[in-house]
């Protein structure tokens, strides 16, 4: 398969009529960018060059960030990507009562903007990952029909919380929360990747379940033998870096000659600060940057450790059991519940106990039996999660919808 990482700057769109007959179905995906290692990014680059490659769409992606022209996957060269240049990352260093009105600015802009590439693609489908543009894609009549595909559970939507002691951030979070669920209300379909996600919408009537896919093929899975823990996930709170470390602090005591190795984007420093403060061997610990090929790095693992704080899904879950790695995670909502049998496949540990984390990491270490059986059950239990059977379960969405639409 081909591919390409450049991508396209926002160009003055034209109106185009698009000619049904004997055309393509047309996909856009709306996101915000594709130049960083995290989940979303990685799900869009895979199923947009899926759908391009093996059904023959005609997809395009369109993002709002990333000045270098470069995606962190792959990404077919069929794929066209436009990148409207919003800048909403901006936000990020800006106060609170000063990001509203940055915000708005640039919501103004992106919807004008957004609005004109629309028009000028006229897609069949437009899916959006509901970021800013749930706010208005609705509102566009540009024909196609509106997809909101989720990637996190709803309480940890934009992370308001309930006990905010600022006023102002907990009425503004009560607005927003009636306000989205008005517009998820108006889209023809909304997308959740696992039951507990589906249950969070009881507002919502038109809901689907699909899951991420497995981004690769495993044909020889991990043997197993190699004594060496494996991480990834972002340096972030959510995260729970510091979660798996003050277990790893444990468990490095137990098992002298394992090492864990855990990869991510973002600030180091701040684990490693911790890591010396609690005396953690640097040698048998190691802290690395993001990377685009995992699959080796499971493939010469024994166990796959997830410390999150919540996940809406956990691709890197289904990625590590497609190896053959036998799976620790914290029983946070939503993700690892919904994919992982504790005890079978892998292992459910209650949040945030790293006293029990690291006594469950111990006896996968110490037991080469238990790590073959569970790791066999999760290398099973990942072939659902094939990019073919994901990929025609959307298929299948997209047809029922568009058969819908001309019924009425």
Known sequence: MPFSNKISTFAAPQRLMKVKMNTPCKIVYCTPALYSAGGVERVISVKASYFAETYGYDVTVIITEGQSGQTFFPVSDKVKIVNLNIGFEELWRASFLKKIFIYMQKQRKYKQLLTAELMRI???ITI?????????????????????????????????????????????AKYWMKSLVGHLQQLDRMVVLTESARSDWPELERVSLIPDPLPFTVTVPSSLMAKRVISIGRYAYEKGN??????????????????????????????????????IDY??????????DV????????????????EGFGLVIIEAMACGLPVVSFDCENGPRNILTSGKNGFLVPCFDTDAYAR?????????????????????????YSLADVARQWQQLFDKLMAESRRR
């Open 122 to 124: 006229r897609p069949d």
């Open 128 to 172: 959006s990952v509901l970021r800013r543009e749930i706010n208005f894609i609705n509102t566009i009549k540009d024909g196609s029909l509106k997809i909101g595909e989720l990637h996190v559970n709803r309480s940890n939507y934009r992370n308001f919380t309930a006990k905010d002691s600022n006023i102002v951030k907990r009425l503004f």
């Open 242 to 279: 510091d979660l798996l470390l003050r277990a790893w602090a444990k468990v490095e005591k137990e098992c002298p000659d394992w090492t864990l190795d855990i990869y991510g984007m973002g600030d180091r420093q701040p684990y490693r600060d911790m890591m010396r403060q609690m005396g």
């Open 283 to 292: 040698s048998r610990c190691r802290l690395h940057g993001s990377l685009a």
């Open 295 to 310: 699959s080796s790095e499971y493939l010469n693992s024994s166990v796959f450790a997830l410390p999150s704080r919540f």
């Open 360 to 384: 469950q990491l111990v006896s996968l270490m110490k037991n080469d039996s238990l790590r073959q059986q569970v790791g066999l059950a999760a290398r099973e239990a990942s072939a659902v």
